[in-house]
């Protein structure tokens, strides 16, 4: 999304940077679609009552809807490295431009960007111990190494989503084994740990979606006041067009 690229570096870093946000962007919506696909198996193991009228296009056994909620956490799996890879690229282009850090990050505490940005642009209120950490490192550690902090961070996703493929393919043996009502009365009645698995990789990326924004914020904020460009703050929110000086 466009919304949460860094521009932390230089204007010439900007495709490696909307790269990398692409990237981010499409491991978490790879989880929240095999979330979808898991809904639908559950609906159908209960013959979808009070939701016929709304899922006309459900139809066929639920094995075949885990099967695709699987693939899709196994995807999800996959891109975690280009993820990686996202961030070694964008740092390795500020290395050819000749980039070493911002010159305002140590100022960085004083701007106050966290009460500033709260209920306005990051809403309605903000994560403060992540907040704090981000604004921490990159007022201590300048750009880069914030950078590769953060890179590091996508590597915690891997055993909770493993864990979650392992639980979600015996869902997968019961429901092809006894029933589709087998599958969904072991996970409604807590006989195997799929909400807590699924729990775990849902709040790591909710975590990691909200470390890298926040980082774009910030680290946005800085390219700006250090360039001499408007604020992200100086915006008019019933302007939906281009600034107009």
């Not at 006309?56 to 885990?66: I, S, T, V, W």
């Not at 390795?92 to 140590?106: D, F």
């Not at 849902?202 to 926040?214: D, E, G």
């Amino acid at each position: 999304m466009g919304g949460q690229n860094h521009q932390p570096t230089r204007e010439i870093t900007t495709s490696p940077s909307a790269w990398l946000s692409q990237k981010v962007g499409e491991g978490f919506v790879r989880v929240l679609e095999a979330n979808n696909r898991l809904e639908d198996a559950i609906m159908l193991g209960m013959k979808k009552a009070y939701v016929s009228d709304v899922t006309d296009h459900l139809e066929g056994p639920a094995a075949a809807y885990l099967r695709q909620s699987i693939t899709l956490l196994e995807q999800s799996l996959k891109i975690l490295p280009q993820i990686e890879g996202g961030f070694e690229r964008l740092l390795n282009a500020a290395t050819r431009e000749g980039y070493t850090g911002n010159p305002l990050a140590s100022q960085l505490p004083a701007l106050n960007l966290e009460a500033n940005f709260e209920g306005n642009l990051v809403r309605p209120y903000s994560q403060a111990r992540l907040w704090k950490e981000l604004e921490g490192r990159i007022s201590r550690d300048n750009i880069l190494d914030t950078l590769r902090w953060e890179k590091a961070q996508f590597s915690e996703l891997t055993q909770p989503t493993e864990n979650l493929i392992h639980v979600m393919r015996s869902c997968l043996a019961i429901c092809e084994r006894q029933s589709d009502k087998a599958f969904v009365d072991v996970v409604e009645h807590n006989e195997v740990p799929l909400r807590q698995y699924y729990a775990q990789v849902f709040s790591l990326w909710n975590h990691l979606h909200a470390m890298f924004l926040y980082s774009a914020l910030m680290m946005t904020e800085l390219f700006y006041r250090a360039s001499g460009y408007p604020s992200l703050l100086e915006f008019d929110p019933e302007n939906k067009g281009v600034r107009v000086a």
